[in-house]
């Protein structure tokens, strides 16, 4: 069985907002391994955005404890979990976020140049198909070519896991089959842990494990037993 | 309250930093406006006012000694519409308790009291009863630096009588608004007093019964001066006529002249730059808040709000910070005028209260305020109005980059990805980025314009005092004396040093450009009083030829070589034709300057002396004093270093406060143009910065990018900055530079890297407070949201 690469122990996580306090995560206790793509299913506010944040290190539990690998998380200062992001962790979310005064090439560097052991931007576009484009800036892309500079941006670094937020939700269906074969190789082809947040129960069906949310808490985790392949998955 | 309006509060509650850094800027425009324009008025007014109740005279003329009898020529020349006579001297004073030697200008007050013109008012006391011959009247300022009441007494020494005279009452006169005292820098009410004594006193102290040395003439309106000047000239000639001059060289007026220039200046230069900046930080703030409401503009269009009710909303927005710039400006313009009513008190003698600056001042700059930010407004008021709500709607497209020539430069570098972004920011919004730099750039000017006078007033203290003027005091002489009397001045107490100086009135002409200066004479080798060149050479004077000052060579518009007529109005009165042999660059007065020998033998007189300049022995300063007092020809005793003190005092304060004020203002106009900048820069970027963040830069990381550009905007200012303020600092020494004085151009590095301090720091400190936002940015919250 794969090394177990994240790890939570009844995680809750309030918003205190002064009249009302919402609980996004009310006790998850999870399991990610290495190598494994898994896709993170729910209706909007179940708590799936919440748990990638605190796994990525943007944000802090209320309670419980999370791991890496055999690093713990929980109260990692502000410092530690950016040293975190630097150089194990990779997001993409669905909104590309690409710096629009940079090219495409330029804005993967923005990695490259600050990741302990990166691969060269020009790699990282050509793993995502973009080797063509790389002197293009945001603005003369569409949305497919500027998601794919995101996914390239977040791998140049190889990093163990690359945390997606709807990646495709922005996406036409098959710019998004695109998006998502990007992701299924690189998973593949370098073994990066990937966690990808969807609102689309297609994408499931080419996940390794799919987890289930549900007001806060884990309702099912299911195991794929046979999974497809990106370009044959439909919406 | 219509929900619109609600939101225009609300909007007005989120934004008020940056409406406070803008409005302050606002603030200062209306309060220099309020201030100067206010006190322009109240200054012309009141002298208007004053002038026309009390008579000033529109023409004025000295001579030797002229009969009474030729008043009634004089009340006969055309355009003339009254004239009076009256008898003017020097006398030194003994004033109880003050061991220096005071001098007092003595003038006669007609039998027939009130005076025809110049008419004292009276302050305290009565007017002196013609048959008390010891009875005088004195000028307010000087009984009041002396301590004087009704009844006190003091002696003066009237042509080598001692008098014991009575003050009777204190007046001020229009013709000692200014009063300042012959070789005086600088007003000194304390050593210098104006004499009013009855025409039988006077005559008998000066020897002019039935005669007069001094003469008044009014004008009917529009009667141009020259004629009547050169008619009184004509007719005073014979009688040793020193030369007719109008209100424009009546010494008292030109400083008052010079002074409405200078707050004319500082209403037409200083105002419009900071109403500029208030309008490029209003039309900069309005033009992001748009983008940022983009899809509530829509909203509110969808719902029914028409194009006009969007753009006067966003109008109103800025007419906010307007109310409360323009409320703040008349405030501290309010406190500003006051503190400026002091500082004039102190130098003019005004008989009532007149600092007050009138309501229309008040309106007037308050709509200047409020056009400006309207106009500042107007443009992103204008789209906010024009966005079609369907495509208000959507977002809007990310911004365009492109190659550009400069671009592919760039690239070559190699530079960070943070620092490549600085740069393309910078050319992707060309003009802001010049605007906001330009901003900048005029804030440091301002702080060069400032502390480059500090720099001039050093190098006019010393040229005037250390290198030209090294003597310790000077001798008056009531009449020329022979040049004997150098060794009677030698033989003074405490006397050192002694050496002589001739002064002859003169008429300097050259085509039909005239000017009445002193022409000023000594002997080769003089060491304490010298006149340099501008390697500072010491200058002798080659016989025939004459060294002008540059201001008056520019006068006369003449150069080195050219050939001016001087027309002495003393001895013989003749007019000779001399060469410019030098012009040299003076700070004090219109020079002009003779071979000692030369000039005498023009006059075909033995030398004789003027002025007797001294070394002295300090302990013996008491002594020397007492004789001066005792010495019926010397007129007065100048101390240079009482003068060097008072000038550099009385500069001193003034320049503390005009410093303080100006560096305020550039910090102002930095805090406003940066606190701005970023903080809209931030708005614009929050998501990339946020990226960043996530893709692990740390916070020091990340707000290089936003405190890289300000600073490289801020640096980039810098020799723009110097430039102006090097422009500001020429206009500034153009400005000032009138008969009376000149202010060099003297621009050191100091001046430049103060100037770059101020507005560097003023500037990391604003954009230091913008990043302590960035450390607080949410970043989840900004990736989740659309653009």
Same mark, same amino acid.
């Given at each position: 069985?794969?090394? @177990? &690469?994240?790890?939570?122990?009844?995680?809750?996580?309030?918003?205190?907002?002064?009249?009302?306090?919402?609980?996004?995560?009310?006790?998850?206790?999870?399991?990610?391994?290495?190598?494994?793509?898994?896709?993170?299913?729910?209706?909007?506010?179940?708590?799936?955005?919440?748990?990638?944040?605190?796994?990525?290190?943007?944000?802090?539990?209320?309670?419980?404890?999370?791991?890496?690998?055999?690093?713990?998380?929980?109260?990692?200062?502000?410092?530690?979990?950016?040293?975190?992001?630097?150089?194990?962790?990779?997001?993409?979310?669905?909104?590309?976020?690409?710096?629009? +005064?940079?090219?495409?090439?330029?804005?993967?560097?923005?990695?490259?140049?600050?990741?302990?052991?990166?691969?060269?931007?020009?790699?990282?576009?050509?793993?995502?198909?973009?080797?063509?484009?790389?002197?293009?800036?945001? +603005?003369?892309?569409?949305?497919?070519?500027?998601?794919?500079?995101? &996914?390239?941006?977040?791998?140049?670094?190889?990093?163990?896991?690359?945390?997606?937020?709807?990646?495709?939700?922005?996406?036409?269906?098959?710019?998004?089959?695109?998006?998502?074969?990007?992701?299924?190789?690189?998973?593949?082809?370098?073994?990066?842990?990937?966690?990808?947040?969807?609102?689309?129960?297609? &994408?499931?069906?080419?996940?390794?494990?799919?987890?289930?949310?549900?007001?806060?808490? @884990?309702?099912?985790?299911?195991?794929?037993?046979?999974?497809?392949?990106?370009?044959? @998955?439909?919406? | 309250?219509?929900?619109?309006?609600?939101?225009?509060?609300?909007?007005?509650?989120?934004?008020?930093?940056?409406?406070?850094?803008?409005?302050?800027?606002?603030?200062?425009?209306?309060?220099?406006?309020?201030?100067?324009?206010?006190?322009?008025?109240?200054?012309?007014?009141?002298?208007?006012?004053?002038?026309?109740?009390?008579?000033?005279?529109?023409?004025?003329?000295?001579?030797?000694?002229?009969?009474?009898?030729?008043?009634?020529?004089?009340?006969?020349?055309?355009?003339?519409?009254?004239?009076?006579?009256?008898?003017?001297?020097?006398?030194?004073?003994?004033?109880?308790?003050?061991?220096?030697?005071?001098?007092?200008?003595?003038?006669?007050?007609?039998?027939?009291?009130?005076?025809?013109?110049?008419?004292?008012?009276?302050?305290?006391?009565?007017?002196?009863?013609?048959?008390?011959?010891?009875?005088?009247?004195?000028?307010?300022?000087?009984?009041?630096?002396?301590?004087?009441?009704?009844?006190?007494?003091?002696?003066?020494?009237?042509?080598?009588?001692?008098?014991?005279?009575?003050?009777?009452?204190?007046?001020?006169?229009?013709?000692?608004?200014?009063?300042?005292?012959?070789?005086?820098?600088?007003?000194?009410?304390?050593?210098?007093?104006?004499?009013?004594?009855?025409?039988?006193?006077?005559?008998?102290?000066?020897?002019?019964?039935?005669?007069?040395?001094?003469?008044?003439?009014?004008?009917?309106?529009?009667?141009?001066?020259?004629?009547?000047?050169?008619?009184?000239?004509?007719?005073?000639?014979?009688?040793?006529?020193?030369?007719?001059?109008?209100?424009?060289?009546?010494?008292?007026?030109?400083?008052?002249?010079?002074?409405?220039?200078?707050?004319?200046?500082?209403?037409?230069?200083?105002?419009?730059?900071?109403?500029?900046?208030?309008?490029?930080?209003?039309?900069?703030?309005?033009?992001?808040?748009?983008?940022?409401?983009?899809?509530?503009?829509?909203?509110?269009?969808?719902?029914?709000?028409?194009?006009?009710?969007?753009?006067?909303?966003?109008?109103?927005?800025?007419?906010?910070?307007?109310?409360?710039?323009?409320?703040?400006?008349?405030?501290?313009?309010?406190?500003?005028?006051?503190?400026?009513?002091?500082?004039?008190?102190?130098?003019?003698?005004?008989?009532?209260?007149?600092?007050?600056?009138?309501?229309?001042?008040?309106?007037?700059?308050?709509?200047?305020?409020?056009?400006?930010?309207?106009?500042?407004?107007?443009?992103?008021?204008?789209?906010?109005?024009?966005?079609?709500?369907?495509?208000?709607?959507?977002?809007?497209?990310?911004?365009?980059?492109?190659?550009?020539?400069?671009?592919?430069?760039?690239?070559?570098?190699? $530079?960070?990805?943070?620092?490549?972004?600085? $740069?393309?920011?910078?050319?992707?919004?060309?003009?802001?980025?010049?605007?906001?730099?330009?901003?900048?750039?005029?804030?440091?000017?301002?702080?060069?314009?400032?502390?480059?006078?500090?720099?001039?007033?050093?190098?006019?203290?010393?040229?005037?005092?250390?290198?030209?003027?090294?003597?310790?005091?000077?001798?008056?002489?009531?009449?020329?004396?022979?040049?004997?009397?150098?060794?009677?001045?030698?033989?003074?107490?405490?006397? #050192?040093?002694?050496?002589?100086?001739?002064?002859?009135?003169? %008429?300097?002409?050259?085509?039909?450009?005239?000017?009445?200066?002193?022409?000023?004479?000594?002997?080769?080798?003089?060491?304490?009083?010298?006149? #340099?060149?501008?390697?500072?050479?010491?200058?002798?004077?080659?016989?025939?030829?004459?060294?002008?000052?540059?201001?008056?060579?520019?006068?006369?518009?003449?150069?080195?070589?050219?050939?001016?007529? %001087?027309?002495?109005?003393?001895?013989?009165?003749?007019?000779?034709?001399?060469?410019?042999?030098?012009?040299?660059?003076?700070?004090?007065?219109?020079?002009?300057?003779?071979?000692?020998?030369?000039?005498?033998?023009?006059?075909?007189?033995?030398?004789?002396?003027?002025?007797?300049?001294?070394?002295?022995?300090?302990?013996?300063?008491?002594?020397?004093?007492?004789?001066?007092?005792?010495?019926?020809?010397?007129?007065?005793?100048?101390?240079?270093?009482?003068?060097?003190?008072?000038?550099?005092?009385?500069?001193?304060?003034?320049? $503390?406060?005009?410093?303080?004020?100006?560096?305020?203002?550039?910090?102002?106009?930095?805090?406003?143009?940066?606190?701005?900048?970023?903080?809209?820069?931030?708005?614009?970027?929050?998501?990339?910065?946020?990226? #960043?963040?996530?893709?692990?830069?740390?916070?020091?990381?990340?707000?290089?990018?936003?405190?890289?550009?300000?600073?490289?905007?801020?640096?980039?200012?810098?020799?723009?900055?110097?430039?102006?303020?090097?422009?500001?600092?020429?206009?500034?020494?153009?400005?000032?530079?009138?008969?009376?004085?000149?202010?060099?151009?003297?621009?050191?590095?100091?001046?430049?890297?103060?100037?770059?301090?101020?507005?560097?720091?003023?500037?990391?400190?604003?954009?230091?407070?913008?990043?302590?936002?960035?450390?607080?940015?949410?970043?989840?919250?900004?990736?989740?949201?659309?653009?």
């Amino acid at each position: 069985m794969a090394e @177990i &690469i994240f790890r939570t122990q009844g995680v809750t996580k309030v918003y205190d907002t002064g009249q009302v306090k919402v609980h996004a995560l009310a006790g998850v206790d999870l399991k990610l391994f290495e190598a494994e793509l898994t896709v993170l299913l729910g209706p909007s506010g179940s708590g799936k955005s919440t748990l990638l944040n605190i796994l990525g290190g943007l944000d802090h539990v209320t309670d419980g404890r999370v791991w890496f690998k055999d690093t713990e998380l929980t109260n990692m200062s502000d410092r530690g979990l950016t040293r975190y992001r630097r150089d194990h962790v990779g997001f993409v979310f669905q909104f590309y976020n690409l710096v629009p +005064s940079l090219t495409a090439r330029e804005n993967v560097q923005l990695v490259t140049d600050v990741a302990p052991d990166p691969m060269p931007a020009e790699e990282a576009l050509e793993l995502v198909g973009l080797g063509s484009r790389m002197n293009h800036f945001p +603005s003369e892309m569409s949305g497919g070519e500027q998601q794919r500079v995101a &996914i390239a941006r977040a791998i140049a670094k190889r990093p163990q896991i690359l945390l997606c937020d709807e990646p495709t939700g922005a996406l036409d269906s098959t710019t998004g089959v695109q998006v998502l074969e990007v992701l299924n190789d690189i998973n593949e082809r370098i073994g990066t842990t990937t966690v990808v947040i969807t609102h689309n129960a297609e &994408i499931q069906r080419m996940a390794h494990r799919v987890i289930f949310f549900q007001d806060g808490k @884990i309702s099912e985790v299911r195991v794929n037993e046979h999974r497809i392949a990106p370009s044959e @998955i439909v919406w | 309250m219509q929900a619109i309006d609600k939101k225009l509060l609300k909007d007005f509650q989120r934004l008020w930093m940056q409406a406070i850094a803008i409005a302050l800027v606002l603030a200062c425009g209306v309060a220099i406006l309020l201030t100067s324009v206010g006190m322009y008025k109240a200054m012309s007014e009141t002298r208007t006012a004053y002038y026309e109740r009390n008579r000033f005279a529109d023409v004025f003329a000295e001579a030797k000694r002229a009969p009474d009898s030729l008043m009634a020529e004089i009340a006969l020349i055309d355009g003339v519409i009254s004239a009076e006579a009256q008898i003017s001297g020097y006398a030194t004073l003994d004033l109880p308790g003050l061991t220096r030697t005071a001098v007092g200008r003595i003038l006669s007050l007609p039998e027939t009291m009130p005076p025809a013109l110049n008419v004292p008012l009276l302050v305290s006391g009565r007017f002196p009863d013609p048959v008390h011959t010891d009875e005088v009247v004195v000028n307010a300022p000087f009984a009041e630096s002396n301590g004087f009441k009704q009844g006190d007494r003091f002696s003066a020494n009237l042509r080598g009588q001692r008098r014991e005279l009575i003050i009777v009452g204190t007046v001020l006169s229009p013709e000692f608004v200014y009063t300042i005292g012959p070789g005086a820098l600088l007003p000194d009410n304390e050593a210098f007093g104006i004499i009013w004594m009855s025409e039988r006193a006077a005559a008998a102290a000066f020897d002019m019964t039935g005669a007069f040395n001094y003469v008044s003439m009014a004008l009917a309106s529009g009667v141009q001066s020259q004629p009547v000047i050169d008619e009184v000239d004509r007719l005073l000639e014979p009688y040793g006529g020193l030369g007719a001059y109008d209100r424009s060289d009546h010494i008292s007026n030109a400083f008052l002249d010079s002074e409405l220039t200078e707050l004319r200046g500082m209403a037409m230069i200083l105002p419009p730059i900071f109403f500029g900046i208030a309008g490029f930080l209003v039309s900069m703030v309005m033009g992001r808040i748009i983008t940022l409401e983009r899809s509530q503009i829509g909203l509110l269009k969808a719902i029914g709000y028409s194009d006009i009710e969007i753009c006067i909303h966003y109008l109103m927005l800025a007419g906010l910070i307007a109310v409360f710039g323009v409320l703040l400006g008349w405030t501290a313009g309010t406190i500003l005028a006051r503190a400026m009513a002091g500082l004039y008190a102190q130098f003019f003698n005004f008989p009532y209260v007149i600092f007050r600056v009138s309501y229309w001042v008040y309106a007037a700059t308050g709509l200047v305020g409020i056009a400006t930010t309207s106009i500042g407004a107007m443009q992103a008021a204008l789209k906010a109005a024009r966005l079609a709500p369907a495509v208000a709607m959507q977002p809007p497209a990310p911004p365009r980059f492109k190659h550009s020539r400069v671009d592919k430069a760039i690239m070559h570098l190699r $530079l960070s990805q943070s620092t490549v972004m600085i $740069l393309r920011s910078l050319l992707r919004w060309p003009v802001r980025s010049f605007l906001t730099s330009l901003g900048l750039a005029l804030a440091v000017a301002s702080v060069c314009a400032a502390t480059f006078i500090n720099d001039a007033l050093d190098e006019i203290i010393d040229h005037a005092f250390h290198q030209t003027n090294r003597q310790d005091a000077m001798l008056l002489f009531a009449d020329e004396v022979p040049e004997a009397a150098l060794e009677d001045a030698r033989n003074l107490p405490g006397v #050192l040093l002694a050496e002589s100086q001739q002064y002859q009135p003169a %008429v300097l002409r050259r085509g039909h450009l005239t000017k009445r200066v002193a022409v000023e004479a000594r002997r080769p080798g003089s060491d304490l009083s010298r006149v #340099l060149d501008k390697d500072g050479e010491v200058l002798d004077f080659s016989p025939g030829g004459i060294v002008l000052s540059l201001r008056l060579a520019d006068h006369l518009e003449v150069g080195l070589g050219d050939t001016i007529e %001087v027309e002495f109005l003393t001895g013989r009165r003749e007019t000779v034709e001399v060469v410019v042999s030098q012009v040299v660059e003076l700070y004090f007065g219109l020079g002009a300057y003779m071979d000692f020998e030369y000039l005498n033998a023009l006059f075909r007189q033995a030398p004789r002396v003027s002025t007797v300049n001294i070394t002295l022995d300090e302990t013996q300063l008491d002594a020397l004093h007492r004789a001066v007092k005792d010495t019926p020809e010397i007129s007065g005793i100048i101390e240079m270093n009482v003068n060097r003190r008072a000038f550099q005092e009385t500069i001193e304060r003034n320049m $503390l406060v005009m410093n303080a004020i100006y560096i305020g203002i550039a910090i102002l106009i930095t805090i406003g143009v940066t606190y701005n900048a970023a903080r809209i820069q931030l708005s614009e970027r929050a998501r990339e910065m946020a990226s #960043l963040r996530i893709l692990g830069f740390g916070r020091g990381e990340v707000s290089y990018i936003l405190i890289g550009e300000m600073m490289l905007i801020a640096v980039i200012a810098q020799p723009f900055g110097w430039l102006i303020g090097a422009g500001i600092a020429r206009l500034m020494t153009n400005a000032f530079t009138s008969d009376l004085f000149a202010i060099p151009l003297v621009l050191k590095p100091s001046t430049f890297s103060t100037a770059s301090l101020v507005v560097l720091g003023a500037a990391l400190a604003s954009v230091l407070i913008v990043r302590r936002r960035l450390d607080r940015l949410d970043l989840v919250a900004v990736m989740k949201t659309r653009e």
